[in-house]
């Protein structure tokens, strides 16, 4: 993927790691981050620094850009608003939360109980709203069968149990653009949403969300850019514009009845600034930015909403598009800057968002909240109930989405990951359980799309149960598995694999006693709060570990390194070796220098020099190499495996983003080589080809491939043993907790 000049001249991808910060260590995820004030509803933010920005001298200075504000996460309210009486047309909820219509690959299967299981988890957890994405099996464009008619029957059945309501989104992918539909073309398209409504109506879904952003069919025609009509529906006035829409508004309500919800989900703004990250210099004033003098402004949009509202819509989902693009709104600025694509460093702290979006977005609270302003403006125009999507993690401020509401921005929000990542969420929060709410933890692993990529490579880091359970490589019910007689269960080690055992284990009725050789349960995750900072709260995850011991009653014994012969001395029941992997070796052919080596998990405390060659492709390279960037040390990445293997241990898209980001800022990678030799300053470099390069070197981090390490296994004489996480099979996170949650229900 390539990139701009001007997004290469303006240091694209040093976004951040703001919340590394300069001497972070393993406590940074407070409210001493850089911040933009105290009000926490900054757009933009790019004067407000007063309250911790870093000297510009020690950093990139686009990292500082947006400063973020960590002041704002606060969970002190009593959520009186928040748990208040919502009405969306005849339909009232008893709370402003709703779950959106994403984030499930359930549907690959066809329509089979895993589908059912999914969805009747958020009604379980007290979610009264559940916008189903799209099932190919309701939108046969011939007759669609009893069996699939029966089992829309029995999804709203199952959900209705627990007080949930269903409705269907109905997300018409643009085959065609707008500019090539006949008139035909449009009734057809038009007939089709009628003909979902009327059935998922049979079925006993309560409404339709006619999705309309994105790459959808009806952006096609709420876009000037898109639409390129010279008629009726064209784009030389908003009625135009709006037509189809409206008419598909119309008609549903004309076939369904107007006690059936039609709820329209639109680009509340679009960006006007070039996305495409493809331009040349050849072209960049003509090609590249006259599409995105054509986007919906804020202006716009509510004109359009004026219109969706006066032909019936009974309520607006408002969300951001870059031109044609899905973007995660909880991701960071580089989402945004590299199309699409997920970083890992927090969100505004590179991009100018005050220069962007109408310089109207939230970009201060790492992506939290970030429409509620523009929100605001839509409620203003319209008499609907508005909501927009949001990330509202328990860690991410409950206080402030309770304001909101209370100050009429928004009267509901739109939910898919914090719900999907603690399903129980609703319910937890109505309890005033929030401690006991799993975080997500933004790494967007989930973030591939609704294909067979998602079924292989999407996976939630906290929850091992999401897309999942009833498949052949997940556990068979969300359910835990009943225990006839508890067993004593050692587990040892204290990171995210073993914290994760212990907590299932226990949790089914076993006595569980987890050893720690440190003076922390914290695995891996201290390195990888340290380098990516607060944007990931993974030291709300330790954090949510460490509670879940505490509820579920597992005895915790730190400082105490475990050999064999202490495990044969208790004579547990059962083991689980979770202790880490083993360091990896940097290869080095002749050592002739005085270049130190550091360890991947020390290098931030220590003095690296100014030219830094990091060992290894993993995440703990890529990591370390954006954290050592944005600082602005010169960086050279040097690993034996080959191009497709960087920096796999990421989500796929901050893999593409990483790499997109480092090389834009001047990292060198070389792949399928070794150092040969390490000189005085320097280091010789060896390509698979044989071809050699010399690079100034005042450190060497080791982030070489770890290694298992589950020796002990053999010398323990229990029948019953499991080695799990990194001393198993060294990889991340989440295969760590993924494999903790399965040996948990194993035992």
């Not at 879904?205 to 010279?230: C, D, K």
Request: proline share 4%; hydrophobic share 40%; with cysteine.
């Amino acid at each position: 993927m390539g990139i701009t000049r001007r997004q290469f001249l303006t240091g694209v991808g040093a976004a951040g790691l703001v919340a590394a910060g300069a001497g972070m260590g393993l406590t940074g995820c407070s409210s001493s981050e850089p911040a933009t004030g105290g009000s926490g509803e900054t757009a933009g933010g790019a004067a407000e620094t007063s309250t911790g920005s870093a000297p510009s001298g020690d950093f990139i200075p686009q990292a500082y850009v947006n400063p973020q504000d960590y002041n704002y996460r606060q969970n002190t309210t009593d959520f009186k608003t928040l748990f208040s009486p919502l009405k969306i047309g005849p339909l009232t909820l008893s709370h402003r939360m709703i779950k959106s219509a994403a984030g499930s690959a359930t549907y690959l299967n066809g329509l089979t109980d895993e589908i059912i299981q999914y969805y009747v988890q958020f009604a379980k957890g007290g979610v009264e709203l559940i916008w189903v994405e799209k099932l190919p099996q309701f939108e046969l464009t011939e007759g669609v069968p009893q069996s699939t008619i029966e089992f829309g029957k029995r999804l709203v059945a199952e959900c209705g149990k627990y007080g949930a309501k269903l409705g269907y989104q109905w997300a018409e992918f643009a085959r065609k653009t707008a500019g090539e539909m006949t008139k035909e073309d449009i009734v057809a398209a038009q007939e089709k949403g009628v003909a979902i409504a009327k059935l998922v109506k049979e079925m006993g879904f309560v409404g339709v969300e006619i999705n309309s952003a994105g790459f959808n069919l009806g952006e096609q025609f709420l876009s000037r850019y898109h639409n390129v009509r010279t008629d009726e529906y064209g784009p030389d006035s908003f009625e135009n514009r709006a037509r189809f829409v409206v008419e598909c508004i119309q008609k549903i309500k004309e076939a369904c009845g107007k006690d059936f919800i039609v709820q329209i989900l639109m680009n509340c703004i679009e960006e006007t600034d070039n996305l495409d990250n493809n331009a040349t210099l050849m072209w960049l004033d003509n090609a590249v930015t006259e599409p995105h003098n054509r986007v919906t402004t804020i202006e716009e949009g509510i004109e359009l909403a004026k219109l969706f509202e006066k032909a019936g819509c009974d309520s607006l989902h408002l969300r951001l598009g870059p031109l044609g693009y899905h973007p995660c709104q909880f991701g960071s600025d580089l989402y945004f800057i590299l199309n699409g694509l997920e970083g890992a460093t927090g969100f505004g702290t590179q991009w100018d968002f005050s220069r962007h979006w109408q310089g109207q977005l939230i970009a201060n609270h790492s992506g939290a909240g970030m429409l509620l302003n523009v929100t605001a403006r839509y409620k203003q125009a319209v008499n609907i109930p508005c909501g927009t999507v949001t990330y509202m993690d328990p860690a991410h401020a409950p206080d402030f989405f309770e304001q909101a509401l209370a100050d009429g921005k928004v009267d509901f929000y739109l939910m898919n990951r914090p719900l999907t990542v603690d399903t129980e969420y609703v319910n937890k929060l109505k309890e005033k359980r929030i401690d006991e709410i799993a975080p997500c933890t933004r790494c967007l692993h989930c973030h591939i799309g609704s294909n067979e990529m998602n079924r292989e490579m999407g996976y939630c880091r906290v929850n091992a149960l999401t897309q999942r359970v009833m498949t052949d490589k997940g556990p068979k019910t969300y359910e835990l598995p009943s225990i006839t007689t508890p067993k004593k269960v050692m587990v040892i080690g204290g990171g995210p694999a073993g914290m994760e055992a212990a907590r299932i284990a226990a949790a089914r009725g076993h006595k569980v006693t987890l050893y720690e050789k440190k003076g922390a349960l914290v695995g891996n995750l201290s390195f990888a709060h340290a380098v990516k900072g607060p944007h990931e709260n993974l030291e709300d995850l330790r954090k949510y570990l460490i509670r879940q011991l505490e509820i579920h009653g597992v005895e915790v014994v730190l400082n105490k390194e475990v050999d064999a012969a202490f495990v044969n001395s208790e004579a547990p029941d059962a083991v689980v070796l979770a202790i880490g992997a083993l360091p990896g070796e940097v290869e080095v052919g002749a050592n002739n220098g005085n270049v130190p080596i550091l360890d991947y998990a020390q290098f931030m405390g220590k003095n690296t020099g100014n030219n830094v060659i990091i060992f290894g492709s993993n995440a703990q390279a890529f990591d370390a190499a954006l954290w050592l960037t944005v600082r602005k040390k010169k960086v050279t990445i040097v690993t034996p495996n080959p191009n497709k293997d960087l920096d796999k241990q990421q989500s796929h898209h901050a893999m593409r983003m990483m790499t997109s980001a480092l090389y834009a800022l001047g990292v060198k990678v070389y792949p399928e080589s070794t150092i040969k030799e390490i000189r005085d300053g320097e280091v010789v470099v060896a390509s698979k080809m044989g071809v050699e390069y010399v690079i100034p070197a005042d450190s060497i981090i080791n982030a070489a491939d770890l290694k298992p390490n589950k020796a002990m296994l053999d010398e323990i004489n229990v029948k019953e043993k499991y080695a799990i996480g990194d001393c198993n099979e060294p990889f991340n996170i989440a295969m760590a907790i993924r494999a903790g949650n399965d040996v948990g229900r194993a035992l």
